[in-house]
């Protein structure tokens, strides 16, 4: 990529992975997860970063997108499978990693799977290799665990300035020929379900947005809240609690109709929470590498 200083992009990726070690000592039973995420995001803050997007923090069933509303009472149970999916991100660098906390310890061969499959599909990450190679090697550590992986989620490419650039890295066999090339930065994250349809859904919770298109919303309150998420958030996805941070915006009411207005004119773009169609329990693992001749290197 020209003008990318790779360097750089390592910096970032450090902070994003030892955020995700930081993670594994704020996430415990009882914690309230807005007290979590806001506790991870400031230590990536704390080390000079923006972010990607807003933490995700989904639990169980929820497979991604889930971060927690500015109201959020809700505590990480016994119980909990918390994928923790996060990104610092400086100008346009951009990084992109997960890991899955089970709090309860029962659901360690999910875990392990998800893990497993990312080591399996790293190692065979190298220039010329197909997309479907790296979807086959993943599916094939689910097929030993008797676990099923979500087809319609993915890894990706990720450019300057663009978290879902176009390389599409499936979670399984989909016979996609597309070849990696040297240079290439992409993140890979195998996701496995124990429940029996493997896809994911849109679920009711909407927390995350971004500035998506041209399109002005005609209301003067609707724009006002437009122009602070462009000045403030660029096209980088945000999370609602954020705008409440602000004393102008943090009348709920206000906000939340904002916000619903945004989305409907098409200025921004919601991105629902995932759910697993079969309710099943869903671990991942994601990193992000840069592609290299014979093999990668890992950024985060
Ligand atoms: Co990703």
Redesign the pocket.
Known sequence: MEGYDYNELLGVGRVSADALEFSKKVIKPGVKLLDAAEQIEAFMKGRGCEFSFPINLSVNEQAAHYTPPFDDKSVFSENSVVKV?L?ARKGFYLT???ITIDLSGEHSKLCEAAVEALDAAISIVRSGVEVCRIGAAIEEVGRRFGLKPIRNLG??GIEKDE??ADVFIPNYDNGDNTRLEEGQVI?I?PFFTEGSAGMVGDGDIVEIFQRHGDSRPRSNVSRELLEEIESRYITYPFAARWLYADKKWDNEFKVKRALSDLVSSEAIEPFPVLVEKSDGIVAQA?K?LIVERDSCRIVT
Do not use: M
């Open positions: 999916d990104g992109d990693c997960a890894g990706h978290l879902h993140a994250e994601e992000e």
